[in-house]
T-cell receptor, first 113, second 114 residues
Framework: LAKTTQPISMDSYEGQEVNITCSHNNIATNDYITWYQQFPSQGPRFIIQGYKTKVTNEVASLFIPADRKSSTLSLPRVSLSDTAVYYCLVGVKGSGNTGKLIFGQGTTLQVKP | DTEVTQTPKHLVMGMTNKKSLKCEQHMGHRAMYWYKQKAKKPPELMFVYSYEKLSINESVPSRFSPECPNSSLLNLHLHALQPEDSALYLC?????????????FGPGTRLTVT
């Protein structure tokens, strides 16, 4: 069964860089990797998206190796307000080159002062 | 306006009730989604509408009935639900379907079935 796996939880301190990795062995050929942030009792919010290599925006970077079987979300200098659950969303292989979109199990990031 | 709105925020219903969840977006998006999210679990896709037509039904029980009256609105009709259907129901929209589109999520409706 195709799975998208992430660490269940991570702890960090304010000002540190945090890297969260998602494994997606069965990623579909044409599908992108997207990361979302979710606070309690809110809907997920888009952070960053990429297809291969490295993508950077004003809040995060996303590193994707050549085989695309994993991806790493990098949050520079986290603050207390970054305490949240982080999900990767990936299309996993079915028939064709685009896949069924499946969220990873989510990584709960706790940022401490 | 980059907002997806959902009503109601909270809903408590009995197993014999009929109720509806509503979702609205005014971003001109042509894809809309319903997800179910249980506590401490990721969202699970239920339905996808593309250009107002149902394109994906993830084997959802018939007690959940989606409807897309127009390109801005998405409803989820509920009937004869079970207590295990209690969850956060999330609506999302995107410019099109496919994994390369960012999905915009609403705040969700917290449903409790008694």
């Amino acid at each position: 069964l195709a799975k998208t796996t992430q660490p269940i939880s991570m702890d960090s301190y304010e000002g540190q860089e945090v890297n969260i990795t998602c494994s997606h062995n069965n990623i579909a050929t044409n599908d992108y990797i997207t990361w979302y942030q979710q606070f309690p009792s809110q809907g997920p919010r888009f952070i960053i998206q990429g297809y291969k290599t490295k993508v950077t925006n004003e809040v995060a970077s996303l590193f994707i190796p050549a085989d695309r079987k994993s991806s790493t979300l990098s949050l520079p200098r986290v603050s207390l307000s970054d305490t949240a659950v982080y999900y990767c969303l990936v299309g996993v292989k079915g028939s064709g080159n685009t896949g069924k979109l499946i969220f990873g199990q989510g990584t709960t990031l706790q940022v401490k002062p | 306006d980059t907002e997806v709105t959902q009503t109601p925020k909270h809903l408590v219903m009995g197993m014999t009730n009929k109720k509806s969840l509503k979702c609205e977006q005014h971003m001109g998006h042509r894809a809309m989604y319903w997800y179910k999210q249980k506590a401490k679990k990721p969202p699970e896709l239920m339905f996808v509408y593309s250009y107002e037509k149902l394109s994906i039904n993830e084997s959802v029980p018939s007690r959940f009935s989606p409807e897309c009256p127009n390109s801005s609105l998405l409803n989820l009709h509920l009937h004869a639900l079970q207590p295990e259907d209690s969850a956060l129901y999330l609506c999302a929209s995107s410019p099109g379907t496919g994994g390369h589109y960012e999905q915009y999520f609403g705040p969700g409706t917290r449903l409790t079935v008694t």
